[in-house]
């Protein structure tokens, strides 16, 4: 990558300097790639028509996929909304800056091209200090996406984000690596009850104890087959996905079962790929720990953490998709974490990143129907 696109800052007390170069870029109409909290966004002067609409031509993104609206606080959602309920006001003022994303009524000021034509918006404000000090230099609200090529697994580095764009961004601001390792929770108050659209660090419990009204969450069929137009960002479109061939093996109930379901399955993708056709396993901890102990691991092994810890999943998640690729694997067999808290966003993104899901009783017939060592 070229040097002069990447400005290394420190994530804690980003350098005043390198904020108002970044805020520059953006006010002339450029992008600008920044961390957050959760992952790295694309950034663009999101009252801007034209620098909101090279995010699609950078990314590849579908038109009709909306952007989220990153601000400073509660105060700024009166940038970009037209009104906002007051349990959406009461959330973000408990949430704000955090991992969660509101969609409201949008100001009729807000260019069609960031909300893909629909009368509503997307806005956060993120919890990061890189992220907060790009907002307040730029003096505009910010339309970003993830910094990635269009279905690609989310950037949670800079290297991340220079992999897939390269100097087709103005600047890449260096922050680090992002503490959730997923994308924000994302809920449409325009609807009553409130409704998840894209489940993140903020579980539907949280919402509740704050506004005392459970957000619903739909099953994610329903979820993606309703409307023509996604009502958020990632409910139409394949997300999250390596080149190589993903399959998830779902409802492990104890590791020794998950063990032989991920070893079947990883057989059964070798059968099926030919040619020698590398394949990793990404597991938990005690599911790695006992296919060791059974004899089944044989290298390409990868821990998503433990099992009862699904944020250090979140967490590796994107790291070990890219990392497929990078190693040349052309196919990776993942187990399914529990849904409770961040794993609903864990597994969202598995699903929609995956091109074949197993039960686990599949998984294990798959030896049963000759599959062997």
């Excluded at 390269?166 to 449409?188: A, H, K, N, R, W």
């Excluded at 104890?254 to 032989?260: I, Q, S």
Aim: aromatic residues 4%; hydrophobic residues 40%.
């Amino acid at each position: 990558m070229k040097g002069e696109c990447l400005v290394k800052v420190d994530p804690e007390r980003p350098e005043r300097e390198a904020l108002e170069r970044a805020g520059d870029v953006l006010r002339r109409g450029g992008l600008v790639a920044f961390p957050t909290e959760t992952v790295y966004g694309l950034g663009a002067d999101a009252l801007n028509p034209g620098a909101s609409a090279r995010i699609f031509k950078v990314k590849g993104r579908p038109p009709d996929n909306p952007l989220i609206i990153h601000v400073e606080g509660p105060e700024g959602l009166w940038s970009v909304a037209s009104s906002v309920p007051e349990e959406a006001w009461r959330l973000v003022e408990r949430l704000w800056p955090g991992p969660l994303t509101i969609v409201v009524p949008k100001d009729p000021g807000v260019p069609s091209v960031v909300t893909g034509g629909l009368p509503t918006v997307a806005v956060r404000s993120p919890a990061h200090r890189v992220a907060l000090g790009l907002i307040e230099a730029a003096g505009v609200p910010v339309a970003a996406p993830s910094a990635n090529r269009s279905g690609r697994p989310s950037p949670v580095t800079a290297q991340d984000v220079a992999e897939d764009l390269d100097c087709e961004v103005d600047l890449i601001l260096d922050g680090g690596e992002t503490f959730f390792g997923v994308e924000s929770t994302i809920i449409d108050f325009t609807r009553d009850p409130p409704v998840v659209l894209r489940p993140g660090p903020i579980a539907p419990e949280d919402v509740e104890r704050i506004i005392g009204v459970r957000p619903l969450v739909p099953p994610e069929a329903r979820a993606l087959a309703t409307p023509e137009r996604p009502l958020a960002p990632g409910m139409k479109y394949r997300h999250y996905s390596p080149d190589a061939q993903l399959v998830l093996v779902e409802g492990s109930t104890n590791p020794r079962e998950a063990a032989w379901a991920l070893h079947c399955t990883r057989l059964w993708l070798e059968n099926e790929l030919g040619g020698g056709a590398a394949v990793a396993v990404l597991a938990s901890e005690e599911s790695i720990e006992e296919m060791r102990r059974l004899g089944l691991a044989r290298g390409g092994e990868w821990s998503l953490g433990p099992r009862r810890d699904p944020l250090i999943a979140a967490r590796r998640l994107y790291k070990l998709l890219r990392r497929l690729d990078r190693e040349g694997y052309r196919a990776g067999v993942v187990e399914g974490v529990v849904e409770e808290g961040i794993g609903l966003a864990v597994m969202n993104r598995l699903r929609k990143a995956a091109s074949r899901r197993l039960a686990i009783g599949e998984a294990l017939s798959l030896c049963r129907r000759g599959v062997r060592p």
